[in-house]
T-cell receptor, first 113, second 110 residues
């Protein structure tokens, strides 16, 4: 079974550059979540979508972060401009509903130099 | 507001020891409860879930959890841990959305 697919797996870039993280949820799942995980802050929910519509973006740290879900099979998380404090592992997860078990992707390990 | 509290941030055990990780939540309504595990360098995986019915839930790899509604708790247990159980464990609660606890890092020594 194809699980949640994230790309890239790793990204290293210089501060100020635009970063785009991609996620393909499990087919048929109608909820999609973006998380950020760091040692200091643990696992943080950034934003989630139901049926491609952003429901709660209160976890998005600031205007440099944006997320889109143009269709049921694709979502992006963009950081522009990136800063060293954005370095983290970013996970995407999907589920059949926003309170159902979530299936996580392998994450994108982002390093901003 | 809904919140999840995991009391132990770090737990160190020897193999064959028994494990209990605490999880308490604050929400007065009906909730779904989950435990996830994250092995080193990997993504979160579902260990077990409780929606309704028997409050003692069996999960994968010998884990179980008990929902005690009066205590707003959903503690995770395993009678005998193995070195391979070394991981971070997250409790999560959902009513209208899923909220994760801060996680407990478990280290099992051979």
């Amino acid at each position: 079974d194809a699980g949640v697919i994230q790309s890239p797996r790793h990204e290293v870039t210089e501060m100020g550059q635009e970063v785009t993280l991609r996620c393909k949820p499990i087919s048929g799942h109608n909820s999609l979540f973006w998380y950020r995980q760091t040692m200091m802050r643990g696992l943080e929910l950034l934003i989630y979508f139901n049926n491609n519509v952003p429901i709660d973006d209160s976890g998005m740290p600031e205007d440099r972060f944006s997320a889109k879900m143009p269709n049921a099979s694709f979502s992006t998380l963009k950081i522009q401009p990136s800063e060293p404090r954005d370095s983290a592992v970013y996970f995407c997860a999907s589920s059949l509903g926003n309170n159902q078990p979530q299936h996580f992707g392998d994450g994108t390990r982002l390093s901003i130099l | 507001a809904q919140s999840v509290s995991q009391h132990n941030h770090h737990v160190i055990l020897s193999e064959a020891a028994s494990l209990e990780l605490g999880c308490n939540y604050s929400y007065g309504g009906t909730v779904n409860l989950f435990w996830y595990v994250q092995y080193p360098g990997q993504h979160l995986q579902l260990l077990l879930k409780y929606f309704s019915g028997d409050p003692l839930v069996k999960g994968i790899k010998g884990f179980e959890a008990e929902f005690i509604k009066s205590k707003f708790s959903f503690n995770l247990r395993k009678p005998s841990v193995q070195w391979s159980d070394t991981a971070e464990y997250f409790c999560a609660v959902s009513s209208n959305k899923l909220i994760f606890g801060a996680g407990t890092r478990l280290a099992v020594h051979p």
